[in-house]
């Protein structure tokens, strides 16, 4: 039998035997959520897990009838708020920390009867690219412990990728979830800004972040994005654009469409073997009657500096909330308030995201925000101009997401080596463009994925490009039981 916490289509078939078995759902995806917090090496994919009550099958099943997600478990990042589990971004700071409210995507996914069944670890408010910075302990690659699961949304990744639920949420602020789905074999897709509303998501850089899905298909993960998309009252940069349809998948055809490459992303950091999988992905792709033509990113290099300067400084201005006064950690002992500010913060946050608030502060400092900020503005603009000439040409763009695949723990302490594995990912998130990263074959037994991108709220057309290339690729996963 296909394991039922698979894909969405197994789910329903073990559920669709009786409602009590739909429950089972549930208790089987808790139980290997338990199970993969045991053992020697734990994956360590959750912070906090749901504990339903023991007829929670039954509001599960209440769902709507003929909802891809009822009775559905999900897992969901932990920068984004749910209602009785904790949201600590992965930071000692809120610690213990409950929301009040729901993020606006949690709402619309219980409300299509999906089931949160916990909250997935992450990098210390999303900042990093291996989830090593979480102050509650790494989470492990399911396909390699020694390994990490690429970040920041490396728990929702590994929590799909390890079979404990079919799909998650996570946030990409520069590739925090097509990068660790590329590193983990699983599907990733951050969709156009605004496609998504960011309400209840904990703000790192407000321009850049996106709350995107993982899942074992692009089908599945099309389902989710039309169950979470769509304009919010409480998220003004929310689009009114019609919200994509999963079914729209099967309208797409890749024969005929235009599909551009960028030489940039097969320059010199790109791993050798990495790129012959990318260019046997480029032949699958022409094999199915797609097009494709070598284009040009000019700005490519300059993206990684442009977003190591935008993303701090709206860091440093988005986390100056978290004083000690208002939510999370208060330090004590301290008798004036500058004093408690200082301490709480020191106490609070870990080394990175202290890094970036620094590094925030100064660019865009007086005196320096002319050399440094401005100019990271003028370049952001650039980006956007040479992806609106390259989508005049091209449907989409074919790249790869990551310049190698998943790497060692500890393996990049240099903060600029950790910086330069998200390379491939930061120009969509300075676009606002929709991207998705789909597994495209392995590297001694590893995962390696590549990307598409498209123009702004372009989705149906993306998705529908993927899921004909994911057919025809035919990638098996390494923790596929057999
Ligand atoms: N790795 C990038 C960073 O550290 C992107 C993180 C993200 O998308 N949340 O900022």
């Known amino acids: 039998m296909t394991d039922p916490l698979c894909s969405l289509r197994a789910a329903h078939e073990f559920a669709g035997q009786a409602p009590e078995v739909g429950g089972q759902l549930l208790e089987l995806a808790l139980e290997r959520a338990r199970n993969q917090e045991s053992g020697r090496r734990p994956i360590h994919a959750f912070l906090s897990l749901a504990e339903p009550p023991p007829d929670a099958w039954r509001a599960a099943s209440r769902s709507p009838a003929g909802s891809p997600l009822a009775g559905i478990p999900v897992a969901v990042k932990d920068n984004i708020c749910t209602l009785g589990l904790p949201t600590t971004c992965g930071s000692r700071i809120l610690e213990a920390y409950v929301s009040p409210f729901a993020a606006t995507a949690v709402r619309r996914l219980e409300r299509a009867g999906a089931w949160i069944v916990g909250k997935t670890n992450l990098d210390e408010f999303a900042m990093g690219s291996s989830t090593e910075t979480s102050a509650y302990g790494p989470t492990r690659n399911p396909v390699d412990l020694d390994r990490v699961p690429g970040g920041s949304s490396g728990g929702s990744a590994a929590a799909v990728a390890a079979g404990v639920v079919p799909v998650a949420l996570g946030s990409s602020t520069g590739g925090s979830v097509r990068q660790p789905a590329a590193m983990c074999g699983v599907v990733g897709v951050k969709p156009t800004y605004g496609r998504v509303s960011r309400y209840g998501l904990v703000a790192f850089a407000s321009s850049l972040d996106h709350i995107g899905v993982f899942a074992r298909s692009v089908r599945d993960a099309a389902h989710v994005l039309e169950a979470i998309a769509g304009c ?121 995201v202290r890094r970036r608030i620094l590094l925030g502060t100064y660019v865009l400092s007086a005196g320096y925000s002319e050399a440094y900020y401005r100019r990271a503005r003028d370049m952001r603009g650039a980006i956007l101009e040479d992806f609106g000439r390259a989508f005049a040409r091209v449907d989409a763009v074919f790249a790869p997401t990551t310049p190698t695949h998943a790497f060692r723990f500890g393996e990049k302490a240099d903060p600029y080596d950790m ?55 035919e990638y098996r996963h390494p923790l596929t039981r057999r």
Request: charged content about 25%; some cysteine.
């Open 232 to 352: 919010d009252e409480h998220d003004a940069t929310s689009g009114r654009q019609e919200v994509p349809r999963a079914a729209a998948l099967d309208d797409v055809d890749l024969s005929g469409a235009v599909i551009g490459v960028p030489g940039e992303y097969l320059g010199a950091g790109l791993d050798g073997r990495s790129r012959r999988l990318f260019k046997r992905a480029v032949e699958t792709a022409e094999r199915g009657g797609a097009r494709v033509v070598p284009i040009s990113l000019p700005t490519t290099s300059a993206a990684i500096a442009c977003y190591y300067v935008v993303a701090p400084a709206e860091a440093s201005a988005n986390l100056a909330r978290y004083d000690g006064s208002r939510y999370g950690l208060r330090s004590s002992g301290a008798v004036a308030y500058s004093e408690a500010v200082r301490r709480t913060r020191g106490e609070g946050f870990g080394d990175e």
């Open 419 to 473: 910086y330069r594995s998200d390379v491939y990912t930061v120009a969509a998130n300075l676009a606002g463009i929709p991207a998705v990263s789909i597994p495209i074959g392995n590297v001694d037994g590893l995962p390696v994925g590549a990307q598409l991108m498209c123009g702004r709220w372009r989705e149906e057309q993306m998705l529908g490009i993927a899921a004909a290339l994911e057919e025809l690729l």
